[in-house]
């Protein structure tokens, strides 16, 4: 019997002595569910560089995994097992090296949601790599249960989507971070909000970015991404979506997805799209709202997409307020979503007290053309419970015409069933021809770099439109009958 219990003893001393660094991580073999025992083992710092708090250093527990061939791993702590009987809160970093000596951080994983304090992580694993996973006592020291899982992959996806560039009314630069191995080429699928992989415009390029060209002003389009690695392909990435540059007039009340294509968020507190009872929104249902900080000054930012302005456009903002305590906004104007490039105030009430909505006026005229952003800044004090809510956010603008362009630029011929011809005899070089409908929506918009220059509107829908020429000597917008 003492043998028993010795030899029994000695087991439990291995096994307790085990994974208690990274020396001694234990090998993951299989797919499935893993106990992790209560976390009292050596700690390397974390990936997100954290090493001690007021409670002291941390202790880690360990584990490692090599796989033979290329994949995806999928590691989760988020299980009913860590919720109930008891409630944990993991942290988990992962590493990649050749020894313990030579980590490299891949990435790593803190909470699920600001409610949900268990760890998900997924990453690209290359064939023959050790990887170690490192769970930490930074928030609980307690034993759990995560879930190990690896998916062998031909072709390793792209994972990251980097944000838009170049956006014009025409064309936008679509950007993602290089996927594990860097394929020979991706593809791309885009098209219409909504629309069904398979049905979209398919475009190739050996490169992590590509330019899209003949779009539509002032729409909204999703797209999808995969690696193409000759003989395979990787899965597409989720939806993502953009937005052309828009043009005035534009009215926004965050009640659809073509609506809310485009815009952004940016600083701390809280702030979201929230859809209540009809009463909470000044039209409609959906409404912005920013809900203040409750330890320090609110510096919440909420951005437009892209506006493409014509110098000396003047454009007009009107937009709808709604708080019950005081707060503090101001609305900016600048040439990127950053907030130190938001240089000019448009408007500002520090003193907000409106418990019903009021609308609110400013303006605004570009001396160049080009792109703007609109900024609406919550800069409130700290306030335990504070809510304040935006909705309606109409655009207008009154285009800088001339008696250059009334008088010197000539269409024809009007009406007409499709083809015409735009004209002038002062040398101005058109640049661009917009044409919008009645409701002010842009239906067709071309480039160009000449004097004089033919279009066809033939597959538009009869009625009358509006014309706005874009040249190097002004702006002129002409009515137009589509028969």
Same mark, same amino acid.
């Given at each position: 019997?003492?043998?028993?219990?010795?030899?029994?003893?000695?087991?439990?001393?291995?096994?307790?002595?085990?994974?208690?660094?990274?020396?001694?991580?234990?090998?993951?073999?299989?797919?499935?569910?893993?106990?992790?025992?209560?976390?009292?083992?050596?700690?390397?710092?974390?990936?997100?560089?954290?090493?001690?708090?007021?409670?002291?250093?941390?202790?880690?527990?360990?584990?490692?995994?090599?796989?033979?061939?290329?994949?995806?791993?999928?590691?989760?702590?988020?299980?009913?097992?860590?919720?109930?009987?008891?409630?944990?809160?993991?942290?988990?970093?992962?590493?990649?090296?050749?020894?313990?000596?030579?980590?490299?951080?891949?990435?790593?994983?803190?909470?699920?949601?600001?409610?949900?304090?268990?760890?998900?992580?997924?990453?690209?694993?290359?064939?023959?790599?050790?990887?170690?996973?490192?769970?930490?006592?930074?928030?609980?020291?307690?034993?759990?249960?995560?879930?190990?899982?690896?998916?062998?992959?031909?072709?390793?996806?792209?994972?990251?989507?980097?944000?838009?560039?170049?956006?014009?009314?025409?064309?936008?630069?679509?950007?993602?971070?290089?996927?594990?191995?860097?394929?020979?080429?991706?593809?791309?699928?885009?098209?219409?909000?909504?629309?069904?992989?398979?049905?979209?415009?398919?475009?190739?390029? =050996? !490169?992590?970015?590509?330019?899209?060209?003949?779009?539509?002003? $002032? *729409?909204?389009?999703? /797209? #999808?991404?995969?690696? &193409?690695?000759?003989?395979?392909?990787?899965?597409?990435?989720?939806?993502?979506?953009?937005?052309?540059?828009?043009?005035?007039?534009?009215?926004?009340?965050?009640?659809?997805?073509?609506?809310?294509?485009?815009?952004?968020?940016?600083?701390?507190?809280?702030?979201?799209?929230?859809?209540?009872?009809?009463?909470?929104?000044?039209?409609?249902?959906?409404?912005?709202?920013?809900?203040?900080?409750?330890?320090?000054?609110?510096?919440?930012?909420?951005?437009?997409?892209?506006?493409?302005?014509?110098?000396?456009?003047?454009?007009?903002?009107?937009?709808?307020?709604?708080?019950?305590?005081?707060?503090?906004?101001?609305?900016?104007?600048?040439?990127?979503?950053?907030?130190?490039?938001?240089?000019?105030?448009?408007?500002?009430?520090?003193?907000?007290?409106? =418990? !019903?909505?009021?609308?609110?006026?400013?303006?605004?005229?570009? $001396? *160049?053309?080009?792109? /703007? #952003?609109?900024?609406? &800044?919550?800069?409130?004090?700290?306030?335990?419970?504070?809510?304040?809510?935006?909705?309606?956010?109409?655009?207008?603008?009154?285009?800088?015409?001339?008696?250059?362009?009334?008088?010197?630029?000539?269409?024809?011929?009007?009406?007409?069933?499709?083809?015409?011809?735009?004209?002038?005899?002062?040398?101005?070089?058109?640049?661009?021809?917009?044409?919008?409908?009645?409701?002010?929506?842009?239906?067709?918009?071309?480039?160009?770099?000449?004097?004089?220059?033919?279009?066809?509107?033939?597959?538009?829908?009869?009625?009358?439109?509006?014309?706005?020429?874009?040249?190097?000597?002004?702006?002129?917008?002409?009515?137009?009958?589509?028969?």
């Amino acid at each position: 019997m003492k043998k028993i219990l010795l030899s029994a003893f000695l087991m439990l001393s291995a096994v307790l002595s085990a994974q208690q660094n990274c020396g001694s991580a234990v090998e993951i073999t299989a797919n499935g569910t893993v106990t992790a025992p209560a976390i009292t083992g050596t700690y390397v710092i974390s990936c997100d560089q954290t090493n001690v708090d007021g409670a002291g250093p941390y202790a880690g527990v360990w584990y490692k995994y090599t796989p033979t061939s290329n994949g995806t791993i999928a590691i989760s702590s988020n299980l009913p097992s860590n919720v109930a009987p008891n409630s944990v809160d993991t942290r988990l970093s992962v590493w990649q090296g050749a020894s313990c000596s030579a980590l490299t951080c891949v990435g790593g994983s803190d909470d699920v949601s600001a409610t949900v304090f268990l760890s998900t992580f997924n990453f690209n694993a290359v064939a023959g790599t050790t990887y170690y996973f490192q769970w930490d006592s930074r928030w609980s020291a307690l034993g759990f249960n995560f879930t190990f899982n690896f998916t062998p992959v031909s072709c390793f996806p792209v994972t990251t989507i980097s944000p838009v560039t170049a956006v014009s009314t025409t064309s936008v630069t679509l950007n993602w971070a290089a996927a594990t191995l860097n394929p020979a080429n991706y593809n791309v699928e885009y098209g219409p909000l909504g629309f069904t992989l398979g049905t979209g415009t398919l475009v190739t390029t =050996p !490169t992590n970015s590509i330019t899209l060209n003949g779009l539509s002003a $002032s *729409t909204g389009y999703d /797209y #999808y991404v995969r690696s &193409n690695c000759g003989t395979s392909q990787s899965a597409w990435t989720a939806v993502n979506s953009f937005s052309t540059a828009r043009v005035c007039p534009q009215s926004f009340g965050f009640e659809n997805n073509s609506e809310l294509v485009g815009w952004s968020t940016f600083g701390n507190g809280s702030y979201g799209l929230s859809a209540n009872a009809p009463t909470l929104a000044q039209a409609g249902n959906f409404y912005w709202i920013f809900n203040t900080n409750a330890t320090a000054v609110s510096n919440n930012w909420l951005f437009t997409p892209a506006f493409s302005l014509q110098a000396n456009e003047a454009v007009t903002i009107t937009f709808w307020v709604r708080c019950a305590t005081a707060r503090s906004l101001r609305l900016t104007v600048g040439n990127s979503t950053v907030p130190a490039t938001q240089t000019t105030q448009l408007w500002a009430n520090a003193a907000l007290n409106n =418990p !019903t909505y009021t609308q609110f006026t400013a303006t605004f005229t570009p $001396s *160049t053309s080009g792109n /703007y #952003y609109f900024g609406w &800044n919550d800069i409130s004090t700290a306030q335990a419970v504070a809510t304040m809510r935006i909705d309606s956010i109409n655009f207008s603008s009154v285009l800088s015409t001339n008696e250059f362009s009334d008088s010197k630029f000539t269409v024809y011929p009007n009406p007409t069933k499709g083809l015409v011809d735009i004209s002038n005899d002062s040398d101005a070089s058109i640049s661009s021809i917009e044409l919008s409908d009645i409701n002010g929506r842009v239906v067709k918009n071309i480039i160009f770099n000449d004097n004089q220059t033919q279009i066809d509107i033939s597959q538009l829908s009869q009625g009358m439109y509006l014309m706005k020429i874009v040249s190097d000597k002004g702006i002129a917008v002409k009515k137009i009958v589509k028969e």
